[in-house]
């Protein structure tokens, strides 16, 4: 098994900013991708930011410029650095990562458990 732990999230006012860290821990022989996604109320998931099989990196067009995805790979941890945050950031924000396990070497899907961003007006 695998676990994607979240922290970072919290209120911040329009204009602020915010880090979101997701550590992966687990039977763990690599890890493809990760990223992070989010849901805001009445909305589905939708992609944030996120690095590739090939190390590139993904950006929704809405966070472009404002956003930026960083790694550990030694820590096996992702980072979320959230700059000029908009109320249309609220949403809860959840890391995701494709792994290879250890002994099988299947890839599988994880998702964490979410932490809420909120930015007031």
């Known amino acids: 098994q695998v676990q994607l732990v979240e922290s970072g999230g919290g209120l911040v006012q329009a204009g602020g900013s915010l880090r979101l860290s997701c550590a992966a821990s687990?039977?763990?022989?690599?890890?493809?991708?990760m990223g992070w996604y989010r849901q805001a109320p009445g909305k589905q998931r939708e992609l944030v930011a996120a690095?590739?099989?090939?190390?590139?990196?993904n950006y929704a067009d809405s966070v472009k410029g404002r956003f930026t995805i960083s790694r550990d790979n030694a820590k096996n941890t992702v980072y979320l650095h959230m700059n000029s945050l908009q109320p249309e950031d609220t949403a809860v924000y959840y890391c995701?990562?494709?792994?290879?396990?250890?002994?099988?070497?299947?890839?599988?899907?994880?998702w964490g458990q979410g932490t809420q961003v909120t930015v007031s007006s």
């Open positions: 995701n990562a494709e792994v290879t396990m250890l002994i099988s070497l299947r890839k599988y899907p994880y």
């Open positions: 690095f590739d099989s090939g190390g590139s990196t």
């Open positions: 687990g039977r763990i022989f690599s890890i493809n991708t």
